[in-house]
């Protein structure tokens, strides 16, 4: 399917790419505000770019919560020591 091969791709490489990666922050967005994809293609430019940033950064918290109680979940009653290596990511960026 189209949204597979779309998926397993590390850039977008065509114009029908960049449309189903609009599609895909679309869902994003209607799937966390739980709204149909009507009412996100009517939302203004700004209020998507908004609104998908934030579905963005809270699926990513959420996913950061799920790992840390499975991780919790794991280690039963010994002691859990979280280790934060976000710095990484900030290599290089100034």
Not at 28 to 51: C, D, G, N, W
Not at 64 to 79: F, L, M, V, W
Request: charged share 35%.
């Amino acid at each position: 399917m189209r949204v597979e091969k779309f998926l397993r791709k590390d850039k977008i490489d065509s114009e029908s790419d960049l449309t189903t990666q609009v599609e895909l922050w679309a869902y994003t967005i209607a799937k966390h505000y739980s709204i149909s994809l009507l009412e996100v293609y009517s939302m203004s430019p700004r209020l998507f770019k908004q609104s998908l940033v934030w579905a963005m950064v809270a699926t990513e918290e959420e996913k950061k919560k799920t790992e840390h109680s499975k991780q919790q979940a794991k280690a039963g009653d010994r002691e859990m020591v979280s280790l934060d290596y976000s710095f990484l990511d900030w290599e290089g960026t100034e």
